[in-house]
């Protein structure tokens, strides 16, 4: 395991503690989208059914147990504790368009036809476009409050880092893993627009706002 995996788990976990952080301390999920939050969730658990049959480390193991937590933990203050204060109205992406899809690309394209691995396939698939919503939503409402950007920063890097980390492991281990480098260097195409408002905008104080739909 090279620093580049580690930066990328530290970053994605830092993420996901912004997210829940805000949402406690405001007792409000204005502006986040509980249908990412849906998808995300149904990732974490697709891709880690693993955790009842291979054991890798304890660090895996324990990365993997508070991902699941987090992951469910915003869902439910989401749809549950604080769901007065969710913004269904903007939170409108059709998310079939998003699920067809991916579960058929999930059956045609894999490694080996098995339960556990068409199930990891689609978890692989599935994050890459699993943020769309929530990128959807900002679009629609034409802007983002300061931390749900922070939080969508080091969801991005964690992205960029985990590709870096492809390319340290094909050249020290001379691994590759198609479906996941495929799917990670799309998902990271869909934050690079936002990586530049992010430096250019909230860096410097101000608000970040996105075009809104015609």
Avoid at 8 to 20: F, K, N, R
Avoid at 118 to 126: A, P
Avoid at 161 to 181: G, K
Wanted: contains cysteine; proline residues 2%; hydrophobic residues 50%.
């Amino acid at each position: 395991m090279n620093v580049f995996r580690i930066l990328g788990d530290l970053s994605h976990l830092l993420a996901m503690i912004l997210l829940l952080g805000k949402i406690w301390r405001s007792k409000c999920c204005t502006g986040i989208s509980g249908k990412s939050q849906i998808l995300f969730a149904l990732v974490f658990t697709t891709r880690y059914l693993d955790l009842f049959t291979n054991f890798i480390s304890i660090y895996n193991t324990v990365m993997k147990v508070v991902f699941l937590l987090c992951a469910y933990a915003t869902v439910y203050m989401i749809y549950g504790k604080f769901r007065k204060t969710f913004d269904s109205e903007n939170d409108t992406f059709r998310l079939e368009f998003l699920l067809v899809p991916v579960i058929g690309l999930s059956f045609l394209e894999n490694y080996s036809f098995t339960p556990l691995e068409i199930l990891w396939t689609f978890s692989i698939y599935l994050e890459s476009v699993a943020i769309l919503p929530q990128l959807f939503m900002i679009s629609k409402t034409g802007e983002a409050e300061t931390i749900t950007t922070h939080y969508l920063f080091f969801l991005g890097l964690y992205r960029a880092l985990y590709l870096a980390n492809w390319i340290r492991r094909y050249q020290t281990e001379n691994f590759y893993d198609q479906i996941a480098v495929v799917s990670g260097v799309v998902q990271t195409i869909f934050y690079c627009d936002f990586f530049y408002l992010y430096v250019t905008k909230v860096l410097k104080g101000k608000k970040l706002s996105l075009p809104m739909p015609i």
